[in-house]
């Protein structure tokens, strides 16, 4: 168990806010990826010549990057794109594209980071009191810390058996809900209830984009 460092209470935060804390992490580096380093450094040659020797971001995150609408940004490393790829076409080098995406690997990192930090704490009885109050990990995330560890305590198993068999329950009230033929016997959902389609979906694929 280690100290409680900032990554601890970003952590924190994320169970607080009913998300799953890997995927929120994910989403949080690649949106600093985006909107500091990438625009900070956009002019910066050292970073573009990067991002040539990748040849651009993988298809999902170039469409992430187009969705900031940074119009010169963009010009800027599609024009160095385009020059290098032509050159390597003129020497007959047919590179795909992109050879390895640098967010991707922003993004791999800090699953990793999040499942280790979680699994770190996960005997420590304040994170324990946090994570019951929670939504807990999203299903991938839970399946990628089994794997990890072969260790996982039986309340943070038991934890989200309850938890995914509770997502299945609401959904079916929520279909019976949309049943009229059930006249009277039609249940009334509360405000959490009526979205726990989009709930579901999220904790069952995680976060946009996410790899396995
Ligand atoms: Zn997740
Ligand atoms: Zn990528």
Known sequence: MGKKHILYYTIVEFLENGKCPVCGLIKKRREEYFEHVLFEQINDIGFRKKLRTTNGFCNYHTYKFLSYHDSLGTALIYQ??????????ERGKIVKSPEKCVVCDIEKDAEKTALDVIFSFLNDSEFKEVFMRSKGLCLPHYKKILLLHSDIPQWFKEFHMKRFKKIAETLHKFIDSENVSLGD?????????????????????????LKW
Not at 80 to 89: A, E, F, P, Q, V
Request: avoid cysteine; aromatic fraction near 12%.
């Open 185 to 209: 016997k039609r249940p009334t959902l509360t405000k959490e209830e009526e979205l726990i389609w989009k709930e579901a979906v999220e904790f069952f694929a995680g976060v946009e984009g």
């Open 80 to 89: 160095d794109l385009y020059l290098s790829d032509i050159k390597n076409l």
